[in-house]
């Protein structure tokens, strides 16, 4: 298998390992999201649905498959990240 000569760092992101040599690890699952803000910047309820059905799937891959996820959230600001992650969690 093909072997990186740098040494190969590893990071725990909550209980998600990434990085060392290929193969080290398991593939980690990432599913993405654009969050726009809407209202005086509170977060569209288009977007918390969307995040909700993004947590659901990569739930849904991650069982199917053993591999653990992760979620990349994009937003226009810290205040529509805050607000549609809160009210997505809760």
Same mark, same amino acid.
């Given at each position: 298998?093909?072997?990186?000569?740098?040494?190969?760092?590893?990071?725990?992101?909550?209980?998600?390992?990434?990085?060392?040599?290929?193969?080290? @690890? !398991?593939?980690? %699952?990432?599913?993405?999201?654009?969050?726009?803000?809407?209202? +005086? $910047?509170?977060?569209?309820?288009?977007?918390?649905?969307?995040?909700?059905?993004?947590?659901?799937?990569?739930?849904?891959?991650?069982?199917?498959?053993? @591999? !653990?996820?992760? %979620?990349?959230?994009?937003?226009?600001?810290?205040?529509?990240? +805050? $607000?549609?992650?809160?009210?997505?969690?809760?």
């Amino acid at each position: 298998m093909f072997k990186l000569r740098r040494e190969q760092k590893i990071l725990k992101v909550g209980d998600v390992r990434i990085g060392g040599q290929p193969g080290e @690890l !398991p593939t980690v %699952l990432i599913g993405s999201i654009l969050c726009r803000g809407r209202e +005086r $910047n509170r977060g569209s309820a288009r977007c918390k649905k969307k995040l909700e059905r993004l947590i659901d799937y990569q739930e849904e891959m991650s069982d199917r498959t053993g @591999l !653990p996820f992760m %979620l990349d959230i994009f937003a226009e600001s810290i205040m529509v990240f +805050r $607000n549609t992650l809160a009210s997505s969690l809760s």
